[in-house]
């Protein structure tokens, strides 16, 4: 039996934007399992439209995010949906409006996390939408569900080793003299919260631009005076991480960028040696085995911004080698980064509407 709760347990979020969750559908649950187990997740489970739900879509965010960042995405997607739309997006421990981390989450931690939340909601026909780190989580999630999944839209994600070629998060991304794999080392824990609301909305610039745009940003902050574009989703990226336990999570998963989709083995200060290794394989293993095209043959589409190693053509041709449904169903876009679903919402809704054919 499933426990939820009508009210957050120790969220470092004060400030939640009135568009957060329709009033009655925003409800906490607690994993009932693991090594977050009586932790809260933050559920936002809404219907829109009369009659049974012609389509549930199930949003899954990333890092250092949270289900917030699809508040644009939703409202085009309710706005050109013809049909009735069930809409569950989530907060992961650590993130949003779920309660704080204990220790250095990975995807295998949310993975699971998710797994135990699908148990306790009545899903079908799911369209699922994956970014950044919410490729391997929702996927891996749902491969404990894998009937559920009628379409995948992969938003600047992969479940796949990340190739080493073209953009790279070690390497040259953004640029080669601070990689975003060592800005989390770089980047004092205090100013982890000034990052997570800068960074979402930047688009292709060059490194120079986008690293003093920071440290402006982080003064600005520390002044008062934030810009008017975006103040709620930056307030509730930023509130995220007054809380120390979310920071070193969060900052465990730029971290771990060298390794997405290869595993690594790394000591985790409080739990000791972590290895994540078997999580990928598994996962890449039985995403063709259930979702492919002699499986279940889901409806895939992909959206992605080229400025960003999730979106080189690399990675898109991994998805296309897996997924040939997705052959002509891709929209990139060389003026974006990241954080397509900021950049491009209604490109994303329209992927969505257009797999669920709503």
């Known amino acids: 039996m499933a426990t939820w709760y009508d009210e957050p347990g120790d969220t470092p979020v004060d400030h939640v934007p009135a568009d957060y969750y329709p009033e009655g559908c925003g409800a906490w649950f607690e994993v009932p399992a693991g090594h977050d187990a009586g932790k809260r997740l933050f559920v936002r489970d809404s ?16 890092n250092p995010e949270n289900s917030y960042t699809y508040r644009n995405v939703v409202d085009n997607l309710l706005a050109d949906a013809d049909g ?18 204990d220790y250095q989450m990975v995807c295998h931690d949310h993975a699971r ?19 950044d780190w919410g490729g391997p989580i929702g996927v891996g999630g ?6 559920l999944v009628s379409n995948l839209v992969v938003l600047n994600s992969t479940v796949f080793p990340m190739p080493d070629t073209g953009y790279t998060y070690h390497g040259n991304y953004p640029t080669r003299l601070l990689p975003w794999a060592r800005v989390a080392s770089v980047v004092p824990d205090v100013f982890w919260r000034e990052v997570a609301a800068y960074i979402p909305f930047q688009s292709p610039q060059l490194p120079v631009k986008l690293y003093s745009g920071l440290v402006l940003y982080i003064i600005a902050r ?3 005076r934030v810009p008017a574009t975006g103040r709620d989703a930056e307030r509730v990226f930023c509130e ?27 000591e985790d200060p409080d739990l000791g040696k972590r290895d994540t290794g078997p999580f990928y ?34 990675v898109l041709d991994q998805w296309r080698e897996a997924f040939p449904q997705l052959e002509g ?16 919402p209604q490109a994303v809704a329209d992927a969505i509407t257009d797999a669920a054919s709503l």
Not at 47 to 62: C, E, M, N, Q
Not at 142 to 147: E, I, K, S, T, V
Not at 329 to 344: K, L, S, T, W, Y
């Open 47 to 62: 219907i829109h439209g009369s009659g049974d739900p012609d389509a549930t879509v199930v949003l899954v965010h990333g």
């Open 84 to 101: 009735t739309v069930r809409v569950v997006t989530m907060d992961h421990v650590g993130f949003g409006l779920a309660d704080t981390a």
């Open 113 to 131: 996390n998710l797994s135990h939340l699908v148990d306790a909601l009545d899903l079908s026909d799911v369209t699922l939408v994956v970014h």
């Open 142 to 147: 749902f491969l404990d569900h894998p009937g």
């Open 222 to 224: 520390r002044l008062g």
């Open 240 to 266: 995220q991480f007054r809380d120390r336990g979310n920071v070193r999570s969060s900052k465990r998963l730029v971290w771990q960028t060298p390794y997405w989709g290869h595993g690594n083995v790394y």
């Open 281 to 314: 394989e598994a996962m890449q293993e039985r995403i063709v085995a259930e979702w492919g095209p002699d499986a279940r043959d889901i409806g895939v589409r992909a959206v992605v911004g080229r400025w960003d190693p999730c979106g080189k053509p690399e």
């Open 329 to 344: 169903n891709v929209a990139a876009f060389e003026d974006a980064g990241h954080f397509i679903e900021e950049a491009r």
